[in-house]
Nanobody
Framework: EVQVVESGGGSAQVGGSLRLSCTASGLSTGVFDMGWYRQTPTNECELVSSIDTDGAIYYVDSVEGRFTISQDIAKDTHYLSMNRLKVEDTAFYYC??????????????????????WGQGTPVTVSA
């Protein structure tokens, strides 16, 4: 059974930084795509960033240049480093694992549980 555990959420001020971690067990991260979604206060669920097995990286436009996704395959862990945070980054962030890539959006994040791995979510609050 695949288990996914996130950590690192919390509060930050505008311009600050946070780093999210996601550790998976029950699979090898080297053969799965890894990603992060977020559920915004307006209930949109968007793919924030992903990295595939070839190392190709995706960022949604709103975080390009501020967020960095990385992975430590030996630890079955991947990370989302969030810098120059904005109020609009406030959301619940979910770690996702997929053998076949990720949709850019879901109507709601609970649908993401259909992927190979889905975390419990971690809140990020950015205040002015």
């Amino acid at each position: 059974e695949v288990q996914v555990v996130e950590s690192g959420g919390g509060s930050a001020q505008v311009g600050g930084s946070l780093r999210l971690s996601c550790t998976a067990s029950g699979l090898s991260t080297g053969v799965f795509d890894m990603g992060w979604y977020r559920q915004t206060p307006t209930n949109e669920c968007e793919l924030v960033s992903s990295i595939d097995t070839d190392g190709a990286i995706y960022y949604v436009d709103s975080v390009e240049g501020r967020f960095t996704i990385s992975q430590d395959i030996a630890k079955d862990t991947h990370y989302l480093s969030m810098n120059r945070l904005k109020v609009e980054d406030t959301a619940f962030y979910y770690c996702a694992i997929s053998e076949l890539g990720f949709p850019k959006k879901y109507p709601r994040c609970s649908i993401g549980r259909a992927l190979d791995g889905w975390g419990q979510g971690t809140p990020v609050t950015v205040s002015a």
